[in-house]
């Protein structure tokens, strides 16, 4: 599982490292190719000259030592309080005279559950969360393909009813829809995507196509399922 905020697996540093330094291709390349910037690139590069294999890995973010953490009796109130009342961060922090972004702060570290998901009369939990931290990632590249279409309005030149208001002049004028077809590998997320004119079958059919040859250049010669 990759770092939260990361833009590629190992398996796609992995990549990048490869074609940078076997194939000798050109940073700024290889940065757009993968969708990330020519800076995140030479970083891993360097890692990896630095340290090898064990430099694609990921390092945790939390920072050494933080002076202006809030004081752990403080927190320790705050979740008393929270427990007891069980009220919001609203409430809790002017009670307490904390900034109600340090309760809220507080009550996520803790991984304390949202009043929403508790029972109001004895404060167990009682509805699952609609969030979740488990991301689930294929073992190897080409094993599943999300493919998908995004269907959006076209704005003419100038602007739209946003910019011009609902005016005669913009209404009614019939300029129809662009669909977006985008394929994502679910182990790397190496995508690919195209604006064509709609979303019917043969179109789907001939832009997967397009897209299978287009993995299959970058290293993805085989999609099991799609």
Not at 73 to 93: A, F, K, N, S, T
Not at 169 to 191: M, P
Not at 194 to 204: A, R
Request: proline content about 5%.
């Amino acid at each position: 599982m990759s770092h939260a905020n990361a833009r590629l697996t190992v398996h796609g540093r992995r990549l990048l490292v490869a074609r940078v330094i076997e194939d000798g291709r050109p940073v700024a390349h290889v940065a757009k190719e993968l969708g990330v910037s020519r800076q995140c690139a030479h970083r891993w590069v360097q890692r990896f000259r630095a340290e090898g294999e064990a430099g694609l890995t990921d390092r945790s973010s939390r920072p050494l030592r933080c002076p202006r953490r809030t004081p752990a009796q403080m927190e320790q109130l705050v979740l008393r309080v929270r427990h007891d009342e069980r009220r919001g961060q609203d409430w809790i922090g002017p009670e307490l005279g904390v900034p109600v972004r340090t309760v809220s702060a507080i009550l996520r570290r803790h991984r304390v559950p949202y009043l929403r998901e508790c029972d109001p009369l004895t404060g167990e939990v009682i509805r699952a969360s609609k969030a979740t931290a488990v991301r689930y990632e294929r073992a190897l590249p080409g094993d599943l393909a999300h493919m998908d279409v995004k269907k959006l309005g076209r704005i003419p030149d100038g602007g739209g009813w946003r910019a011009h208001g609902r005016s005669e002049e913009v209404r009614g004028r019939g300029l129809g829809f662009d669909y977006v077809h985008s394929l994502v590998d679910d182990h790397s997320r190496f995508a690919y995507s195209e604006i064509l004119p709609d979303e019917k079958g043969p179109t789907c059919a001939a832009f997967l196509l397009r897209a299978a040859d287009h993995f299959a250049r970058h290293g993805i010669t085989t999609i099991r399922e799609a």
